[in-house]
């Protein structure tokens, strides 16, 4: 059996979905300690202007804590706005209208604890992008061999490009963003990536 270990991300994008293509089990890391201003709580969405972040809310002091110890606090409005950001920024794409549902089924629901929302989100973008292997949350924290969560610059230049929905291609977003433009044929495109 083929496993690769990652730590859970927000709606990642893309370039995370490539071990997936030659895996059985995903296993996600969900004793990972989480960082700032990593894709834990944030991912990024194509708009007019450029991009945007949208991002779950954690409370203060919880630095360093495993993911699974992260709750989600602060503004009781993020979900709605994720899925009015979704709307806005996506209506108009190929594929709005066949996936919109199942990402506003997931907003709709309460998040108590980051790791749940970030695990959905891997799960339902994987199923989504028709990925084969089974995605299992793991508690027990990444070992030196788990490929690591990335910032934005760090998957900067891995990206192939795709049509997007405004004006010229911009590296980094979400997988949201290559569903919505390319629909079944996103596999494809994470299939021209070169392997981890």
């Known amino acids: 059996m083929r496993v690769a270990t990652l730590e859970p991300e927000y709606f ?26 990593t894709l834990h709580n944030r991912t990024r969405l194509r708009n007019a202007d450029g991009w945007q972040w949208i991002t779950v809310p954690v409370g203060h ?39 919109a549902p199942r990402f506003h089924s997931f907003w ?11 695990v959905a989100s891997v799960s339902l973008l994987a199923e989504l992008l028709g990925m084969d292997c089974e995605v299992v949350a793991e ?18 230049g891995l990206d192939v490009p795709y049509a997007q929905n405004f004006q010229g291609f911009l590296p980094g977003m979400s997988a949201i963003d290559l569903l919505m433009n390319h629909g079944p044929q996103a596999r494809a495109v994470i299939e021209q990536y070169p392997g981890p």
């Open 12 to 37: 990642p994008p893309a370039q995370y979905f490539v071990p997936f293509l030659g895996a059985d089990e995903i296993h996600l890391r969900t004793g990972a300690r989480y960082r700032r201003q």
């Open 108 to 118: 709709a629901r309460e998040w108590d604890f980051l790791v749940d929302a970030t």
């Open 61 to 99: 002091g919880q630095f360093g804590r495993t993911l699974s110890h992260i709750c989600v606090q602060g503004d009781p409005g993020w979900r709605t706005r994720h899925a009015k950001a979704l709307r806005y920024n996506y209506e108009s794409a190929p594929f709005y209208m066949y996936y």
């Open 139 to 156: 508690g027990s924290e990444s070992p030196a061999d788990a490929l690591p969560t990335a910032d934005p610059v760090t998957y900067k």
